[in-house]
């Protein structure tokens, strides 16, 4: 159960986190996965830890929509069409609405949100997704639905993927393509290590303490995208599901 074998997997964000694990654990069962992301050197660095197979990695920045089509075409051509999509590239602010500036929204809002949408534009055309349908998944996160000081920016961006997810799934149920989101809470990614070691040590066993189960894992959020790329998850769409640890319960 569960598998993916030969099936074709875009993933964004792959360089590191929680696109790396899902990289390395969809390699695992069986899917032929595309790499996405801006450095080379740390995609890489993620196919050396992939079980080896006929994956392609492709050094893009996503955020340039204009060349998205071509990229997709690309892919398409070297691969074949695509079953699945994994939007885990995502960026960070925290500061307080004083000081942030529509300029700040705007480059979170590109990466977090927009290029996941005009990602998907282009992979649900029906030459480049498969004919018996597909499951897109975007990352998002507890932020989007549980509201926290100072993250005015990420939060609105996790909370429109969420709501856009659902659209978009309504949008192309009668072709079967499935688009559902993952919340997570705070896993053990480069990204979140930064955020912990700007706090003192009391506020950050706060963090801990706020996730019943404690810290996540990367792994632990790839395994809930494996469930909902594969085709036993074929009732299920514009569904968000929540990987916390917890951390909505309390």
Request: glycine share 8%; net charge positive.
């Amino acid at each position: 159960m569960f598998e993916l074998t030969n099936k074709i997997i875009i993933i964004t964000g792959a360089s590191s986190g929680i696109g790396r694990a899902c990289a390395i654990v969809c390699s695992k069962m069986g899917a032929k996965v595309i790499l996405i992301g801006r450095n080379e050197m740390e995609l890489s660095n993620t196919l050396s830890l992939m079980i080896p197979g006929h994956h392609l990695s492709v050094c893009q920045d996503i955020t340039k929509y204009e060349e998205l089509e071509g990229m997709i075409d690309y892919i398409v051509r070297e691969r074949g069409k695509i079953n699945g999509f994994i939007h885990s590239a995502g960026t960070e602010i925290v500061l307080p609405l004083k000081m942030m500036s529509v300029a700040q929204y705007d480059k979170l809002f590109s990466v977090n949100v927009w290029a996941a949408f005009e990602l998907t534009k282009q992979i649900v055309k029906q030459k480049n997704i498969c004919s018996d349908g597909g499951s897109i998944i975007y990352i998002s996160s507890v932020a989007g639905i549980k509201a926290e000081a100072a993250k005015i920016a990420y939060s609105s961006s996790k909370a429109a993927l969420i709501r856009g997810a659902q659209s978009i799934a309504l949008e192309y149920a009668s072709r079967k393509i499935r688009v559902n989101t993952i919340s997570p809470a705070v896993c053990e990614t480069k990204m979140s290590q930064m955020f912990l070691e700007k706090l003192s040590d009391e506020a950050k066993q706060s963090v801990i303490d706020k996730h019943p189960l404690g810290i996540g894992k990367p792994e632990d959020v790839a395994y809930a995208c494996i469930f909902l790329l594969s085709d036993e998850s074929r009732w299920i769409t514009g569904t968000n599901l929540i990987v916390d640890g917890g951390y909505c319960a309390k």
